[in-house]
């Protein structure tokens, strides 16, 4: 039972410990929600004094919607639940999207000056589908600028601090929106996934993050980074908050054309379920040289709870993905420096208009448009498809990728799912790698195989190094969320780590 007092909610089943409501996961709110105890507009309020007390620290935000806007939508969601109409979890629940997810109407920057002023016509799919299910969006997140980098210090605008310690990134490109999961500021979030930038900031914002099977979740609406890489995922306070949002944003769309047809699973009936006889494999590559000690003993310590609930381990071997680096930064900016060709300055987005002609145009906008990071990817991918190299460079990535993808289908046939660390450190401190971006490239060592290869793979949070959270990676076969999210529930449930924790580390108004 539920007692509540004023913004504040004693949730008895976690032991009379008192939350105020933006504390709760988007499950428990919705189950609040449901029984009528409190409303979606108390909801939002009390997001509303989260985000005025602590955003100014954080960061987390580009954009944040009008709260009489967002109250009336609200308002609606709360007609609706009293009525009975109200068919989805998360009705009412209050969420954030990426800045580079569509959203008709409101604006959609991607971080980048590049796009200042833009408003699309239109909602992404995921957009849509949320909206659909009564979610209320609060805003829209902080990135990497068009989700290019590990610490979301490469927005335009300004840089997302760690909930956990201000000194410290986020992680990226998802950094806006792992923050304000993290910190109270939106119940689940969503995010995109080139490299690991869903994954890797839930690992250093100690929240959970999922990379669906490309082709699960709908790309349209998606300012593309690397189209053949690139995927829509949730960012959640725990595992089942992921289920839920994965079943709503999950599914065909014929908007698509890389968007898989087939029957449409329920992620949330394969929480709870058994997990006895489930065989697991440690690869040997990503447990070696450059992965700190106690991130290692951290993880190891998580996998060692699993053997206690009859999950196999066993060692694997997957020598190809010692190449995924090299083979990541050249197919991802081959097709970035493709895709963003079409910012001209002619049809949308910042314009410099004293030009003299249409390529002084041209020179100009994306001059002052792009910042370092984009630029010096652009020149990359620009370098690997030309003439001459096209062979010697892309080409030979794209084999490579192919050989990793063989070998991860190999490891499959014996286990069920590939277990590594998410980030072979905790969150750096805010500008230690920015002038560094080799060093900055390595934060994706363990996360870009599954982007690569286009299998489904989540972080949930397993220990803490130096007071930091630290992040398990569990990557799946294609399709195979549900028994992925299944293992991870049993997991978390383990290992007693939920990411609202955060929530107590931000000094508020400071």
Request: hydrophobic share 40%; aromatic share 10%.
């Given at each position: 039972m539920l007692i509540l007092e004023s913004a504040i909610v004693n949730e008895g089943k976690i032991g009379g410990i008192y939350l105020k409501l933006y504390e709760m996961t988007a499950y428990e709110a919705a189950q609040c929600l449901k029984r009528g105890e409190i409303s979606s507009q108390q909801l939002v309020k009390a997001v509303y004094e989260r985000i005025n007390s602590v955003e100014p620290v954080i960061g987390g935000y580009i954009t944040v919607l009008d709260q009489e806007r967002v109250l009336a939508e609200a308002h609606r969601a709360d007609e609706l639940l009293q009525k009975g109409q109200a068919h989805s979890p998360l009705a009412g629940i209050p969420m954030a999207l990426k800045d580079n997810i569509c959203t008709n109407g409101i604006p959609t920057t991607c971080a980048s000056r590049i796009l200042s002023g833009y408003c699309p016509p239109y909602d992404a799919f995921v957009t849509a589908r949320l909206k659909d299910a009564g979610a209320i969006l609060m805003g829209k997140t902080n990135m990497d600028e068009f989700a290019m980098g590990s610490s979301t210090e490469n927005s335009a605008f300004h840089t997302t601090v760690n909930p956990w310690d201000r000194d410290r990134v986020p992680g990226g490109s998802s950094g806006g929106s792992a923050a304000v999961v993290a910190a109270g500021e939106a119940f689940f979030a969503l995010g995109s996934d080139t490299g690991g930038s869903i994954r890797q900031p839930a690992s250093l914002c100690g929240v959970v993050g999922l990379k669906p099977t490309y082709g699960n979740v709908s790309r349209y609406g998606l300012i593309a980074f690397a189209s053949s890489l690139?995927?829509?995922?949730?960012?959640?306070?725990?595992?089942?908050?992921?289920?839920?949002?994965?079943?709503?944003?999950?599914?065909?769309?014929?908007?698509?054309?890389?968007?898989?047809?087939?029957?449409?699973?329920?992620?949330?009936?394969?929480?709870?379920?058994?997990?006895?006889?489930?065989?697991?494999?440690?690869?040997?590559?990503?447990?070696?040289?450059?992965?700190?000690?106690?991130?290692?003993?951290?993880?190891?310590?998580?996998?060692?709870?699993?053997?206690?609930?009859?999950?196999?381990?066993?060692?694997?071997?997957?020598?190809?993905?010692?190449?995924?680096?090299?083979?990541?930064?050249?197919?991802?900016?081959?097709?970035?420096?493709?895709?963003?060709?079409?910012?001209?300055?002619?049809?949308?987005?910042?314009?410099?208009?004293?030009?003299?002609?249409?390529?002084?145009?041209?020179?100009?906008?994306?001059?002052?448009?792009?910042?370092?990071?984009?630029?010096?990817?652009?020149?990359?991918?620009?370098?690997?498809?030309?003439?001459?190299?096209?062979?010697?460079?892309?080409?030979?990535?794209?084999?490579?990728?192919?050989?990793?993808?063989?070998?991860?289908?190999?490891?499959?046939?014996?286990?069920?799912?590939?277990?590594?660390?998410?980030?072979?450190?905790?969150?750096?401190?805010?500008?230690?790698?920015?002038?560094?971006?080799?060093?900055?490239?390595?934060?994706?060592?363990?996360?870009?195989?599954?982007?690569?290869?286009?299998?489904?793979?989540?972080?949930?949070?397993?220990?803490?190094?130096?007071?930091?959270?630290?992040?398990?990676?569990?990557?799946?076969?294609?399709?195979?969320?549900?028994?992925?999210?299944?293992?991870?529930?049993?997991?978390?449930?383990?290992?007693?780590?939920?990411?609202?924790?955060?929530?107590?580390?931000?000094?508020?108004?400071?």
């Open positions: 690139d995927q829509i995922g949730p960012l959640t306070r725990d595992v089942r908050d992921a289920a839920f949002v994965l079943d709503i944003i999950a599914g065909h769309d014929k908007q698509d054309s890389t968007s898989v047809p087939g029957k449409k699973e329920h992620y949330v009936s394969f929480l709870g379920k058994e997990v006895r006889g489930m065989k697991v494999a440690l690869p040997m590559e990503c447990f070696g040289e450059g992965l700190k000690n106690e991130i290692k003993d951290v993880v190891m310590q998580a996998v060692e709870k699993c053997a206690t609930v009859g999950v196999h381990f066993s060692e694997a071997s997957a020598p190809s993905t010692k190449y995924a680096l090299p083979a990541y930064y050249l197919v991802a900016p081959a097709e970035a420096s493709s895709n963003l060709a079409r910012y001209d300055g002619v049809q949308y987005g910042l314009s410099v208009r004293d030009a003299e002609n249409l390529l002084a145009l041209y020179w100009s906008t994306r001059k002052q448009g792009f910042g370092p990071e984009v630029k010096r990817r652009i020149m990359l991918g620009t370098y690997a498809l030309s003439s001459g190299y096209y062979d010697a460079y892309y080409l030979k990535a794209l084999k490579m990728r192919t050989l990793i993808r063989e070998e991860f289908a190999k490891i499959f046939k014996d286990h069920d799912f590939i277990v590594t660390p998410t980030s072979p450190t905790v969150a750096f401190k805010i500008g230690e790698q920015k002038d560094d971006p080799l060093t900055m490239y390595l934060n994706d060592i363990y996360t870009i195989t599954a982007n690569l290869s286009g299998l489904p793979a989540i972080s949930i949070p397993c220990g803490f190094v130096e007071g930091m959270p630290v992040g398990l990676q569990v990557i799946g076969r294609p399709f195979d969320e549900g028994r992925m999210l299944q293992f991870c529930y049993c997991l978390e449930g383990l290992l007693g780590i939920k990411g609202c924790m955060a929530t107590i580390n931000v000094k508020e108004g400071k």
